[in-house]
């Protein structure tokens, strides 16, 4: 009886560490995508207006405005 038990909760055991795993991977794929999306948001953007400067929001607007405020 003991060995019956012992190979029931060893089968468990198996089969919990395998949902264990692939839970870990499901989170590092969740992970990945998350970072991958936030490096593509920090990214520089090319200067929409055609010049090689990398694309500063702040200072265009305070240049719009005429105003002093560039980085």
Known sequence: MRKETDDYIDAKLATFEIT???TL???DRGRDRLR?????ELAPVADPRGSDEVY???SWEA???GD????
Request: net charge negative; proline share 0%; glycine share 0%.
């Open 20 to 22: 264990l795993q692939k």
């Open 25 to 27: 991977q499901t989170v």
């Open 68 to 71: 002093d405020r560039r980085r």
């Open 56 to 58: 500063d929001a702040e």
């Open 63 to 65: 240049e719009d405005a």
């Open 36 to 40: 991958s999306q936030m490096y593509q």
